[in-house]
T-cell receptor, first 115, second 112 residues
Framework: NAGVTQTPKFQVLKTGQSMTLQCAQD?????MYWYRQDPGMGLRLIYY???????DKGEVPNGYNVSRLNKREFSLRLESAAPSQTSVYFC??????????????FGPGTRLTVT | GENVEQHPSTLSVQEGDSAVIKCTYS??????FPWYKQELGKGPQLIID?????GEKKDQRIAVTLNKTAKHFSLHITETQPEDSAVYFC???????????FGTGTRLQVTL
């Protein structure tokens, strides 16, 4: 049981380049999330998917798109990267895990730098 | 929407002392308040949570208290150890939605 996995771990992009951050969970959770984490600002929700086939905007969706490919996978795409998108990105899913608790499980993060 | 404020932003305590982190929230309809611990290079992990029908919850050295009237909740860590050093986040959830609003984090350092 790997939990929530994210690829890549690190990425450097030039302004205007595009890329897709991948996320997968093996806990059979319905809901998945993408957050960005910036110093002094905590975690801010970009997009979320309450269930397979649905996606909704969070607090900071501009400049991003998402795809809920299936129940396991939820990807985040930057079509034209900007320096303001330099951040650490976390994917999460929510549901009951090994501890029997209903909680949000986070992946290890992707550190993205846009130059 | 919900707004969560967290204080202090940094906290340094000596090993064995207690640490307290405080959060306030704005939406009186919020009903679930988790606390997360984030170690360097890792994603946040849930350490304790409390629901709005409970005033206090304890799990070994950590406890959380909730004051619904004042709209604030606190994390208490007793007998701190070096491995408690991390960034701690509070969060709040409103209604049955699955979205959490996070505080800005507290960097706790436990010194020997």
């Amino acid at each position: 049981n790997a939990g929530v996995t994210q690829t890549p771990k690190f990425q450097v992009l030039k302004t205007g380049q595009s890329m897709t951050l991948q996320c997968a969970q093996d806990m059979n959770h319905n809901s998945m999330y993408w957050y960005r984490q910036d110093p002094g600002m905590g975690l801010r929700l970009i997009y979320y998917s309450a269930s397979e086939g649905t996606t909704d905007k969070g607090e900071v969706p501009n400049g991003y798109n998402v795809s809920r490919l299936n129940k396991r996978e939820f990807s985040l795409r930057l079509e034209s990267a900007a320096p303001s998108q330099t951040s650490v990105y976390f994917c999460a899913s929510i549901g009951v895990g090994d501890r029997g608790l209903y909680e949000q499980y986070f992946g290890p993060g992707t550190r993205l730098t846009v130059t | 929407g919900e707004n969560v404020e967290q204080h202090p932003s940094t906290l340094s305590v000596q090993e064995g002392d207690s640490a307290v982190i405080k959060c306030t929230y704005s939406d009186s309809a919020s009903n679930y308040f988790p606390w997360y611990k984030q170690e360097l290079g890792k994603g946040p992990q849930l350490i304790i949570d409390i629901r709005s029908n409970v005033g206090e919850k304890k799990d070994q050295r950590i406890a959380v208290t909730l004051n619904k009237t004042a709209k604030h909740f606190s994390l208490h860590i007793t007998e701190t150890q070096p491995e408690d050093s991390a960034v701690y986040f509070c969060a709040a959830r409103t209604g049955t939605a699955s979205k959490l609003t996070f505080g800005t984090g507290t960097r706790l350092q436990v010194t020997l």
